[in-house]
Protein backbone atom coordinates (compact mmCIF):
# COMPACT_ATOMS: atom_id res chain seq x y z
CA UNK A 1 0.00 0.00 0.00
CA UNK A 2 1.43 3.79 -0.91
CA UNK A 3 2.43 5.58 1.97
CA UNK A 4 -0.13 8.35 1.62
CA UNK A 5 -3.11 5.61 1.01
CA UNK A 6 -1.87 3.28 4.66
CA UNK A 7 -1.77 6.87 6.32
CA UNK A 8 -4.97 7.75 5.91
CA UNK A 9 -6.40 4.56 6.52
CA UNK A 10 -4.86 4.73 9.91
CA UNK A 11 -6.60 8.44 10.24
CA UNK A 12 -9.86 7.31 9.38
CA UNK A 13 -9.14 4.05 12.16
CA UNK A 14 -8.34 6.54 14.58
CA UNK A 15 -11.80 8.44 14.07
CA UNK A 16 -13.71 5.61 13.37
CA UNK A 17 -12.38 4.20 16.94
CA UNK A 18 -13.80 7.28 18.41
CA UNK A 19 -16.27 5.53 20.67
CA UNK A 20 -18.09 4.97 23.92
CA UNK A 21 -19.28 1.58 23.69
CA UNK A 22 -22.22 0.78 26.42
CA UNK A 23 -21.51 0.13 29.99
CA UNK A 24 -17.95 1.19 29.75
CA UNK A 25 -16.83 2.89 32.49
CA UNK A 26 -15.63 6.63 32.03
CA UNK A 27 -11.72 5.20 32.78
CA UNK A 28 -12.09 2.69 29.42
CA UNK A 29 -13.51 4.69 27.51
CA UNK A 30 -11.14 7.61 28.71
CA UNK A 31 -8.09 4.99 27.34
CA UNK A 32 -9.65 4.18 24.22
CA UNK A 33 -10.63 7.69 22.93
CA UNK A 34 -7.15 9.18 23.77
CA UNK A 35 -4.82 6.44 23.38
CA UNK A 36 -3.42 8.31 20.82
CA UNK A 37 0.83 6.97 21.14
CA UNK A 38 3.67 9.03 19.56
CA UNK A 39 4.55 8.93 16.31
CA UNK A 40 7.79 10.60 14.47
CA UNK A 41 9.81 13.12 15.76
CA UNK A 42 7.74 16.15 15.86
CA UNK A 43 4.52 17.10 17.67
CA UNK A 44 2.23 19.66 17.22
CA UNK A 45 -0.63 20.30 19.17
CA UNK A 46 -3.31 22.48 17.94
CA UNK A 47 -6.39 24.89 18.98
CA UNK A 48 -8.35 27.36 17.46
CA UNK A 49 -11.62 29.39 17.72
CA UNK A 50 -11.73 28.52 21.30
CA UNK A 51 -13.93 31.97 21.57
CA UNK A 52 -13.12 32.32 25.43
CA UNK A 53 -14.82 29.51 26.28
CA UNK A 54 -13.03 28.26 29.55
CA UNK A 55 -15.71 26.52 31.24
CA UNK A 56 -17.68 23.42 29.40
CA UNK A 57 -20.39 23.58 27.23
CA UNK A 58 -22.71 22.37 24.70
CA UNK A 59 -21.88 23.14 20.40
CA UNK A 60 -24.56 21.88 17.75
CA UNK A 61 -22.18 21.42 14.46
CA UNK A 62 -23.77 22.99 11.88
CA UNK A 63 -26.98 20.78 9.62
CA UNK A 64 -26.11 22.99 6.60
CA UNK A 65 -22.83 24.24 5.43
CA UNK A 66 -23.06 24.86 1.53
CA UNK A 67 -20.37 24.56 -0.91
CA UNK A 68 -20.73 25.01 -4.99
CA UNK A 69 -18.75 24.06 -7.63
CA UNK A 70 -15.94 21.56 -7.44
CA UNK A 71 -15.92 21.85 -3.18
CA UNK A 72 -19.36 20.33 -3.08
CA UNK A 73 -19.19 17.10 -1.35
CA UNK A 74 -15.93 17.26 0.11
CA UNK A 75 -14.47 18.22 3.31
CA UNK A 76 -15.42 20.56 5.23
CA UNK A 77 -18.42 20.65 3.19
CA UNK A 78 -19.72 17.81 5.11
CA UNK A 79 -22.53 17.62 7.56
CA UNK A 80 -24.56 14.44 9.34
CA UNK A 81 -24.36 11.21 8.03
CA UNK A 82 -22.79 12.51 4.29
CA UNK A 83 -19.49 13.18 7.20
CA UNK A 84 -19.72 10.20 9.04
CA UNK A 85 -20.28 7.96 5.84
CA UNK A 86 -16.67 9.80 4.60
CA UNK A 87 -14.75 9.29 7.60
CA UNK A 88 -16.05 6.18 8.38
CA UNK A 89 -17.45 6.77 12.07
CA UNK A 90 -20.15 5.11 13.67
CA UNK A 91 -23.55 6.48 14.09
CA UNK A 92 -24.13 7.31 17.90
CA UNK A 93 -20.71 7.15 18.66
CA UNK A 94 -18.80 9.89 20.60
CA UNK A 95 -16.88 11.13 17.79
CA UNK A 96 -20.28 11.25 15.90
CA UNK A 97 -21.83 13.95 18.82
CA UNK A 98 -18.45 15.84 18.09
CA UNK A 99 -18.36 16.22 14.72
CA UNK A 100 -22.05 16.22 13.81
CA UNK A 101 -25.86 17.58 14.72
CA UNK A 102 -27.34 14.40 14.64
CA UNK A 103 -29.48 13.36 17.24
CA UNK A 104 -27.88 16.02 19.32
CA UNK A 105 -30.33 16.62 22.38
CA UNK A 106 -30.27 13.00 22.97
CA UNK A 107 -26.39 12.84 22.79
CA UNK A 108 -25.20 15.57 24.75
CA UNK A 109 -27.59 14.45 26.95
CA UNK A 110 -25.94 10.93 26.87
CA UNK A 111 -21.74 12.22 26.15
CA UNK A 112 -22.10 15.78 28.44
CA UNK A 113 -20.40 19.06 27.69
CA UNK A 114 -17.29 18.87 25.41
CA UNK A 115 -13.94 21.36 26.20
CA UNK A 116 -13.22 23.27 29.12
CA UNK A 117 -9.44 24.64 29.78
CA UNK A 118 -9.01 22.45 32.60
CA UNK A 119 -9.90 19.00 30.76
CA UNK A 120 -8.03 20.27 28.05
CA UNK A 121 -5.09 20.94 30.42
CA UNK A 122 -5.12 17.48 31.28
CA UNK A 123 -5.41 16.42 27.73
CA UNK A 124 -2.52 18.68 26.96
CA UNK A 125 -0.36 17.22 29.78
CA UNK A 126 -1.60 14.04 29.50
CA UNK A 127 -0.02 14.17 25.41
CA UNK A 128 3.47 15.67 26.49
CA UNK A 129 3.90 13.31 28.78
CA UNK A 130 4.77 11.08 26.07
CA UNK A 131 5.78 13.69 24.03
CA UNK A 132 7.99 16.24 26.09
CA UNK A 133 8.95 17.60 22.95
CA UNK A 134 5.29 18.61 21.82
CA UNK A 135 4.55 22.69 20.81
CA UNK A 136 1.10 23.50 21.49
CA UNK A 137 -0.24 26.18 18.80
CA UNK A 138 -3.55 28.13 19.36
CA UNK A 139 -4.84 29.35 15.86
CA UNK A 140 -6.65 32.14 17.26
CA UNK A 141 -10.44 33.72 18.40
CA UNK A 142 -9.01 32.59 21.77
CA UNK A 143 -9.89 36.44 23.43
CA UNK A 144 -13.31 36.87 22.24
CA UNK A 145 -16.60 35.50 23.02
CA UNK A 146 -17.27 35.80 26.48
CA UNK A 147 -18.37 38.62 28.69
CA UNK A 148 -15.28 38.16 31.30
CA UNK A 149 -12.86 38.10 28.16
CA UNK A 150 -14.96 41.41 27.08
CA UNK A 151 -14.61 42.95 30.17
CA UNK A 152 -10.95 42.14 31.20
CA UNK A 153 -9.88 43.00 27.00
CA UNK A 154 -8.53 39.78 27.01
CA UNK A 155 -6.31 38.94 30.12
CA UNK A 156 -8.38 36.30 31.66
CA UNK A 157 -7.60 34.08 28.55
CA UNK A 158 -4.24 35.11 28.03
CA UNK A 159 -3.50 33.94 31.51
CA UNK A 160 -5.23 30.29 30.34
CA UNK A 161 -3.04 30.06 27.36
CA UNK A 162 0.20 30.61 29.97
CA UNK A 163 -1.36 27.71 31.86
CA UNK A 164 -1.94 25.66 29.24
CA UNK A 165 1.25 26.10 27.71
CA UNK A 166 0.87 27.59 24.40
CA UNK A 167 3.82 28.17 22.68
CA UNK A 168 2.68 30.20 19.47
CA UNK A 169 -0.35 31.81 18.54
CA UNK A 170 -2.23 34.04 15.37
CA UNK A 171 -4.95 35.62 15.98
CA UNK A 172 -8.49 37.16 14.45
CA UNK A 173 -11.30 38.85 16.63
CA UNK A 174 -8.41 39.58 18.92
CA UNK A 175 -7.70 43.19 16.62
CA UNK A 176 -11.36 44.33 17.48
CA UNK A 177 -9.73 45.32 20.88
CA UNK A 178 -8.29 47.79 18.74
CA UNK A 179 -4.69 48.60 18.33
CA UNK A 180 -2.95 50.03 20.76
CA UNK A 181 -4.63 46.78 23.42
CA UNK A 182 -3.51 44.29 20.96
CA UNK A 183 -0.08 45.51 21.12
CA UNK A 184 0.20 45.61 24.91
CA UNK A 185 -1.27 41.97 25.20
CA UNK A 186 1.18 40.73 22.75
CA UNK A 187 3.38 41.54 25.34
CA UNK A 188 1.59 40.39 28.25
CA UNK A 189 1.61 36.69 26.39
CA UNK A 190 5.25 36.07 26.70
CA UNK A 191 6.62 33.24 27.19
CA UNK A 192 4.10 33.13 24.12
CA UNK A 193 5.18 34.03 20.56
CA UNK A 194 2.68 36.00 18.53
CA UNK A 195 3.08 35.52 14.84
CA UNK A 196 1.16 37.25 11.89
CA UNK A 197 3.01 37.65 8.91
CA UNK A 198 0.14 39.55 6.82
CA UNK A 199 -0.29 42.53 9.44
CA UNK A 200 1.61 45.50 7.72
CA UNK A 201 1.68 49.31 8.19
CA UNK A 202 -0.41 50.97 6.08
CA UNK A 203 2.27 53.67 5.05
CA UNK A 204 5.62 51.69 4.64
CA UNK A 205 4.39 48.12 4.83
CA UNK A 206 6.84 47.22 7.68
CA UNK A 207 5.92 44.21 9.87
CA UNK A 208 3.87 44.81 12.43
CA UNK A 209 3.95 41.42 14.60
CA UNK A 210 6.63 38.97 14.24
CA UNK A 211 6.47 36.45 10.88
CA UNK A 212 7.50 33.53 12.00
CA UNK A 213 9.75 31.25 14.22
CA UNK A 214 12.41 28.79 14.26
CA UNK A 215 11.85 26.61 17.06
CA UNK A 216 13.96 22.97 16.91
CA UNK A 217 11.89 21.16 19.17
CA UNK A 218 13.04 17.62 19.59
CA UNK A 219 16.37 18.50 17.65
CA UNK A 220 14.09 18.87 14.24
CA UNK A 221 14.50 22.56 12.73
CA UNK A 222 11.03 24.08 11.94
CA UNK A 223 9.88 26.54 10.76
CA UNK A 224 6.44 28.43 11.49
CA UNK A 225 4.52 31.03 10.10
CA UNK A 226 1.46 32.92 11.58
CA UNK A 227 -1.41 33.96 9.17
CA UNK A 228 -3.94 36.14 11.05
CA UNK A 229 -7.24 36.74 9.45
CA UNK A 230 -6.90 38.54 6.30
CA UNK A 231 -10.52 40.47 6.14
CA UNK A 232 -10.44 41.60 9.54
CA UNK A 233 -10.55 45.14 8.11
CA UNK A 234 -13.34 44.09 6.12
CA UNK A 235 -15.01 41.95 8.55
CA UNK A 236 -15.00 44.60 11.36
CA UNK A 237 -14.40 48.33 12.63
CA UNK A 238 -11.39 49.35 10.47
CA UNK A 239 -11.06 52.52 12.64
CA UNK A 240 -9.98 50.17 15.44
CA UNK A 241 -7.16 49.35 13.35
CA UNK A 242 -6.94 52.75 11.06
CA UNK A 243 -2.79 52.27 10.30
CA UNK A 244 -2.54 48.59 9.95
CA UNK A 245 -3.61 46.91 6.49
CA UNK A 246 -3.78 43.02 6.05
CA UNK A 247 -4.78 40.40 3.27
CA UNK A 248 -3.61 36.62 2.41
CA UNK A 249 -0.46 38.35 1.38
CA UNK A 250 0.80 34.90 -1.05
CA UNK A 251 3.67 36.40 -2.25
CA UNK A 252 5.11 37.69 0.64
CA UNK A 253 4.10 33.95 2.22
CA UNK A 254 6.28 32.24 -0.42
CA UNK A 255 9.14 34.20 0.39
CA UNK A 256 9.02 33.57 3.98
CA UNK A 257 8.25 29.97 3.11
CA UNK A 258 11.58 30.03 0.84
CA UNK A 259 13.52 32.48 3.54
CA UNK A 260 12.83 30.24 6.60
CA UNK A 261 13.99 26.58 4.17
CA UNK A 262 17.06 28.92 3.76
CA UNK A 263 17.59 29.38 7.39
CA UNK A 264 17.18 25.39 7.85
CA UNK A 265 13.57 24.39 8.63
CA UNK A 266 13.26 21.18 7.52
CA UNK A 267 9.34 21.43 7.65
CA UNK A 268 7.27 24.50 7.36
CA UNK A 269 3.87 25.08 9.25
CA UNK A 270 1.67 27.62 8.96
CA UNK A 271 -0.31 28.81 11.76
CA UNK A 272 -3.64 30.36 9.94
CA UNK A 273 -6.52 31.87 10.79
CA UNK A 274 -7.75 31.98 6.97
CA UNK A 275 -10.63 29.75 6.96
CA UNK A 276 -10.48 26.13 5.38
CA UNK A 277 -11.70 26.91 1.74
CA UNK A 278 -8.80 29.43 1.42
CA UNK A 279 -6.31 26.92 3.19
CA UNK A 280 -7.27 24.76 0.13
CA UNK A 281 -6.79 27.02 -2.42
CA UNK A 282 -3.71 28.28 -0.55
CA UNK A 283 -2.07 25.12 -0.67
CA UNK A 284 -2.04 24.85 -4.26
CA UNK A 285 0.00 27.97 -5.09
CA UNK A 286 2.51 28.54 -2.56
CA UNK A 287 4.80 25.60 -2.74
CA UNK A 288 7.33 24.20 0.42
CA UNK A 289 4.79 24.00 3.11
CA UNK A 290 3.79 20.85 4.96
CA UNK A 291 1.22 21.64 6.80
CA UNK A 292 -1.49 24.24 7.25
CA UNK A 293 -3.79 24.22 11.03
CA UNK A 294 -6.13 25.95 10.22
CA UNK A 295 -9.37 27.88 12.05
CA UNK A 296 -11.97 30.35 11.81
CA UNK A 297 -14.31 28.40 9.89
CA UNK A 298 -14.68 26.11 13.25
CA UNK A 299 -15.11 22.95 10.71
CA UNK A 300 -14.20 19.84 12.86
CA UNK A 301 -12.78 17.70 10.12
CA UNK A 302 -11.14 14.20 11.03
CA UNK A 303 -8.24 13.92 8.62
CA UNK A 304 -6.00 16.21 6.45
CA UNK A 305 -6.77 16.99 3.59
CA UNK A 306 -3.54 16.73 1.70
CA UNK A 307 -3.24 19.52 -1.37
CA UNK A 308 -0.26 18.33 -3.41
CA UNK A 309 2.29 17.40 -0.31
CA UNK A 310 0.53 20.02 2.44
CA UNK A 311 -1.47 18.51 4.77
CA UNK A 312 -4.97 21.02 5.53
CA UNK A 313 -6.48 20.60 8.56
CA UNK A 314 -9.12 22.49 11.17
CA UNK A 315 -9.43 21.86 14.50
CA UNK A 316 -13.15 22.97 15.04
CA UNK A 317 -14.06 25.29 18.16
CA UNK A 318 -14.96 26.48 21.42
CA UNK A 319 -12.59 23.92 22.79
CA UNK A 320 -14.06 21.11 21.41
CA UNK A 321 -10.96 19.39 19.75
CA UNK A 322 -7.45 18.90 20.04
CA UNK A 323 -5.62 18.27 17.00
CA UNK A 324 -2.49 16.37 16.86
CA UNK A 325 0.19 16.23 14.32
CA UNK A 326 2.88 14.21 14.52
CA UNK A 327 5.50 14.68 12.05
CA UNK A 328 8.34 12.18 10.82
CA UNK A 329 11.16 14.75 9.85
CA UNK A 330 14.33 13.83 8.36
CA UNK A 331 17.58 15.30 6.85
CA UNK A 332 15.61 15.80 3.60
CA UNK A 333 12.09 16.99 5.29
CA UNK A 334 9.01 15.37 6.37
CA UNK A 335 9.16 12.16 5.61
CA UNK A 336 5.75 10.55 7.13
CA UNK A 337 2.75 11.48 9.55
CA UNK A 338 0.23 10.59 11.85
CA UNK A 339 -3.27 12.92 12.60
CA UNK A 340 -5.95 12.34 15.14
CA UNK A 341 -8.36 14.84 16.27
CA UNK A 342 -9.49 14.63 19.65
CA UNK A 343 -12.55 15.44 21.08
CA UNK A 344 -12.54 17.13 24.31
CA UNK A 345 -15.23 15.55 26.66
CA UNK A 346 -15.33 16.80 29.81
CA UNK A 347 -17.01 13.97 31.44
CA UNK A 348 -14.06 11.71 30.66
CA UNK A 349 -11.01 13.81 31.30
CA UNK A 350 -10.51 15.60 34.85
CA UNK A 351 -10.15 18.36 35.41
CA UNK A 352 -6.50 20.33 35.92
CA UNK A 353 -6.08 21.43 39.34
CA UNK A 354 -4.37 24.25 38.43
CA UNK A 355 -6.19 25.01 35.50
CA UNK A 356 -9.47 25.02 37.57
CA UNK A 357 -8.29 27.24 40.13
CA UNK A 358 -6.91 29.31 37.98
CA UNK A 359 -10.66 30.01 35.53
CA UNK A 360 -12.33 30.32 39.16
CA UNK A 361 -9.79 32.88 40.49
CA UNK A 362 -9.98 34.76 37.44
CA UNK A 363 -14.38 34.40 37.32
CA UNK A 364 -15.31 35.33 41.01
CA UNK A 365 -15.15 39.25 40.66
CA UNK A 366 -17.62 38.57 37.75
CA UNK A 367 -19.50 35.06 39.72
CA UNK A 368 -22.52 36.98 40.84
CA UNK A 369 -23.57 39.34 37.40
CA UNK A 370 -22.80 36.42 35.28
CA UNK A 371 -25.52 34.00 36.98
CA UNK A 372 -28.28 36.13 37.10
CA UNK A 373 -31.18 34.18 35.57
CA UNK A 374 -33.29 35.88 32.92
CA UNK A 375 -35.45 33.25 31.19
CA UNK A 376 -35.65 29.79 31.22
CA UNK A 377 -35.50 28.04 27.04
CA UNK A 378 -38.07 25.44 26.14
CA UNK A 379 -36.15 24.33 23.38
CA UNK A 380 -33.11 23.55 22.35
CA UNK A 381 -31.04 26.91 21.15
CA UNK A 382 -28.23 27.17 18.95
CA UNK A 383 -26.21 29.12 16.55
CA UNK A 384 -24.02 27.64 13.78
CA UNK A 385 -24.84 27.12 10.07
CA UNK A 386 -24.88 29.06 6.89
CA UNK A 387 -28.53 30.35 7.91
CA UNK A 388 -30.63 31.27 11.16
CA UNK A 389 -30.39 29.15 14.02
CA UNK A 390 -32.88 29.03 16.86
CA UNK A 391 -30.44 31.49 18.96
CA UNK A 392 -29.92 33.56 15.91
CA UNK A 393 -33.95 33.54 15.81
CA UNK A 394 -34.68 34.52 19.77
CA UNK A 395 -32.10 37.23 19.08
CA UNK A 396 -34.09 38.61 16.16
CA UNK A 397 -37.29 38.59 17.73
CA UNK A 398 -36.05 40.64 20.71
CA UNK A 399 -34.45 43.24 18.92
CA UNK A 400 -37.84 43.49 16.17
CA UNK A 401 -40.00 43.82 19.68
CA UNK A 402 -37.89 45.97 22.27
CA UNK A 403 -37.32 48.28 18.80
CA UNK A 404 -40.40 48.56 17.02
CA UNK A 405 -39.15 47.06 13.74
CA UNK A 406 -40.53 45.29 10.89
CA UNK A 407 -37.79 43.23 10.39
CA UNK A 408 -34.14 42.77 11.76
CA UNK A 409 -30.75 41.70 10.72
CA UNK A 410 -28.15 39.69 13.43
CA UNK A 411 -24.71 39.07 11.83
CA UNK A 412 -23.78 35.14 10.70
CA UNK A 413 -21.32 34.99 13.59
CA UNK A 414 -20.56 31.23 14.01
CA UNK A 415 -19.54 31.43 17.56
CA UNK A 416 -22.00 30.57 20.48
CA UNK A 417 -22.54 27.84 22.97
CA UNK A 418 -25.75 25.87 22.80
CA UNK A 419 -28.62 25.41 25.21
CA UNK A 420 -30.17 22.67 26.30
CA UNK A 421 -34.03 22.55 26.45
CA UNK A 422 -35.09 23.23 29.82
CA UNK A 423 -31.73 25.54 30.94
CA UNK A 424 -32.07 28.88 32.22
CA UNK A 425 -30.59 31.91 29.64
CA UNK A 426 -28.13 32.88 32.08
CA UNK A 427 -26.42 37.14 31.61
CA UNK A 428 -23.64 34.72 30.90
CA UNK A 429 -25.38 33.05 28.38
CA UNK A 430 -26.90 36.16 26.54
CA UNK A 431 -23.06 37.29 26.71
CA UNK A 432 -21.55 33.97 25.01
CA UNK A 433 -23.63 35.12 21.74
CA UNK A 434 -23.02 39.24 22.09
CA UNK A 435 -19.61 39.79 23.32
CA UNK A 436 -17.98 42.14 20.86
CA UNK A 437 -16.65 45.59 21.17
CA UNK A 438 -19.02 47.00 18.69
CA UNK A 439 -22.55 46.18 19.97
CA UNK A 440 -24.85 48.82 19.31
CA UNK A 441 -28.15 48.23 18.12
CA UNK A 442 -29.14 50.47 15.17
CA UNK A 443 -32.62 51.29 13.72
CA UNK A 444 -32.68 52.39 9.86
CA UNK A 445 -35.63 52.91 7.27
CA UNK A 446 -34.36 50.73 4.30
CA UNK A 447 -36.05 51.00 0.83
CA UNK A 448 -36.96 47.24 -0.97
CA UNK A 449 -34.66 47.20 -3.28
CA UNK A 450 -31.49 48.34 -0.34
CA UNK A 451 -32.47 45.50 1.56
CA UNK A 452 -32.13 43.57 -1.38
CA UNK A 453 -28.90 45.19 -2.38
CA UNK A 454 -27.35 43.89 1.36
CA UNK A 455 -28.53 40.66 1.17
CA UNK A 456 -26.90 40.03 -1.89
CA UNK A 457 -23.64 41.49 -0.78
CA UNK A 458 -23.32 39.33 2.15
CA UNK A 459 -23.98 36.35 0.36
CA UNK A 460 -21.37 37.17 -2.44
CA UNK A 461 -18.95 37.29 0.93
CA UNK A 462 -20.22 33.68 1.21
CA UNK A 463 -20.69 32.10 -1.94
CA UNK A 464 -18.06 33.52 -4.33
CA UNK A 465 -16.90 31.11 -6.55
CA UNK A 466 -13.17 32.34 -5.46
CA UNK A 467 -12.54 31.65 -2.02
CA UNK A 468 -10.10 34.46 -1.69
CA UNK A 469 -13.31 36.41 -1.90
CA UNK A 470 -15.39 34.94 0.75
CA UNK A 471 -14.64 37.54 3.31
CA UNK A 472 -17.64 37.09 5.74
CA UNK A 473 -18.85 34.72 8.24
CA UNK A 474 -22.25 33.08 7.77
CA UNK A 475 -25.21 34.34 5.90
CA UNK A 476 -26.28 37.46 7.69
CA UNK A 477 -30.02 36.19 9.98
CA UNK A 478 -32.82 37.82 8.87
CA UNK A 479 -36.11 37.99 10.57
CA UNK A 480 -39.86 38.93 9.88
CA UNK A 481 -38.69 38.62 6.25
CA UNK A 482 -38.70 35.34 3.76
CA UNK A 483 -36.82 35.19 1.25
CA UNK A 484 -35.08 32.76 -2.19
CA UNK A 485 -31.49 32.21 -2.29
CA UNK A 486 -30.04 30.53 -5.80
CA UNK A 487 -26.14 30.26 -4.17
CA UNK A 488 -24.25 29.37 -7.33
CA UNK A 489 -26.13 32.65 -9.11
CA UNK A 490 -23.69 35.68 -9.94
CA UNK A 491 -24.22 38.57 -7.27
CA UNK A 492 -27.57 40.59 -7.50
CA UNK A 493 -29.26 37.38 -8.96
CA UNK A 494 -28.95 35.30 -5.79
CA UNK A 495 -31.72 36.93 -3.71
CA UNK A 496 -35.14 36.83 -4.84
CA UNK A 497 -38.86 36.64 -3.61
CA UNK A 498 -38.33 39.32 -0.51
CA UNK A 499 -41.36 38.84 1.58
CA UNK A 500 -42.57 40.99 4.82
CA UNK A 501 -45.88 39.12 6.73
CA UNK A 502 -46.41 37.21 3.15
CA UNK A 503 -46.35 40.05 0.95
CA UNK A 504 -44.10 40.86 -1.83
CA UNK A 505 -41.47 43.86 -1.19
CA UNK A 506 -41.90 46.92 -2.57
CA UNK A 507 -38.65 48.53 -4.24
CA UNK A 508 -39.29 52.07 -3.07
CA UNK A 509 -41.37 51.74 0.04
CA UNK A 510 -39.50 52.01 3.49
CA UNK A 511 -39.07 49.51 5.71
CA UNK A 512 -37.98 49.66 10.19
CA UNK A 513 -35.34 47.39 9.96
CA UNK A 514 -33.22 46.67 13.24
CA UNK A 515 -29.87 45.79 13.63
CA UNK A 516 -26.35 45.23 15.76
CA UNK A 517 -22.83 45.41 15.28
CA UNK A 518 -22.15 48.13 12.67
CA UNK A 519 -18.96 48.23 11.51
CA UNK A 520 -18.79 52.42 10.78
CA UNK A 521 -17.37 54.82 12.97
CA UNK A 522 -19.85 56.95 15.13
CA UNK A 523 -22.54 54.41 15.11
CA UNK A 524 -24.44 55.17 18.72
CA UNK A 525 -27.66 52.72 20.45
CA UNK A 526 -27.89 50.60 23.30
CA UNK A 527 -25.73 47.46 23.37
CA UNK A 528 -27.36 44.31 22.30
CA UNK A 529 -27.26 42.45 25.39
CA UNK A 530 -29.44 45.39 27.15
CA UNK A 531 -32.09 45.00 24.49
CA UNK A 532 -31.81 41.13 24.25
CA UNK A 533 -32.07 40.51 28.35
CA UNK A 534 -35.14 43.28 28.42
CA UNK A 535 -37.09 41.50 26.39
CA UNK A 536 -36.07 37.85 28.09
CA UNK A 537 -37.16 39.30 31.73
CA UNK A 538 -40.21 40.25 29.87
CA UNK A 539 -41.06 36.81 28.32
CA UNK A 540 -39.70 34.48 31.12
CA UNK A 541 -40.01 31.34 29.21
CA UNK A 542 -38.89 31.08 25.47
CA UNK A 543 -40.53 28.22 23.94
CA UNK A 544 -39.26 26.12 20.98
CA UNK A 545 -38.53 28.69 17.79
CA UNK A 546 -39.00 27.85 14.41
CA UNK A 547 -35.79 28.72 11.91
CA UNK A 548 -36.54 30.93 9.14
CA UNK A 549 -34.39 29.34 6.40
CA UNK A 550 -34.41 30.74 2.99
CA UNK A 551 -35.88 28.98 -0.03
CA UNK A 552 -33.13 27.52 -1.53
CA UNK A 553 -33.09 26.91 -5.28
CA UNK A 554 -30.30 25.19 -7.18
CA UNK A 555 -28.38 23.14 -5.18
CA UNK A 556 -27.52 19.80 -4.95
CA UNK A 557 -28.41 16.92 -2.55
CA UNK A 558 -24.71 17.02 -2.21
CA UNK A 559 -23.52 20.38 -1.56
CA UNK A 560 -24.10 20.20 2.56
CA UNK A 561 -27.23 20.21 3.69
CA UNK A 562 -28.82 17.77 6.15
Known sequence: MRRRGFLRLLTLAAAAGASLRPRQSDAQAADELYEAPPFGNVSLLHITDVHAQLLPVHFREPSVNLALGANAGRPPHLVGDALLKHYGIAQGSAAAHALTYLDFEAAAQRYGRMGGYAHLATLVKRLRASRPYALVLDGGDSWQGSATSLWTQGADMIGAQKGLGVHYMTAHWEFTYGAERMLAAVKELAPIHFLAQNVRTVDFEDPVFTPYALPSPNGV???????????????????????WSFGIQEVRLQKLVDEVRAKGAKAVVL???NGMDVDLKLASRVRGIDAILGGHTHDGVPAPVLVGSTLVTNAGSHGKFLGVLDLDVGPGGMRAYRYRLLPVFANLLPADRAMAAYIE???????????ETLAQTEGLL?????FNGTMDELILRALMAEKDAEMAFSPGFRWGPTLMPGDPITVEDLMAQTAITYPQVTVSELTGTEIKARLEDIADNLFNADPYLQQGGDMVRVGGMTYAMR???????????????????QADKRYRVASW????????????????????????????????QPRLEGVGSNAGLA
Not at 221 to 243: C, K, N, S, V, W
Not at 487 to 505: F, M, Q, V, Y
Not at 517 to 545: D, F
Open 221 to 243: ALGIIGQAFPYTPIAHPRYRFPD
Open 271 to 273: LSH
Open 361 to 371: RSRKPYASKLS
Open 382 to 386: YRRGN
Open 487 to 505: PAAKIGDRISDLRLAGRPL
Open 517 to 548: APVGEGASGEPVWEVVARYLRGQKRIPPLPVN
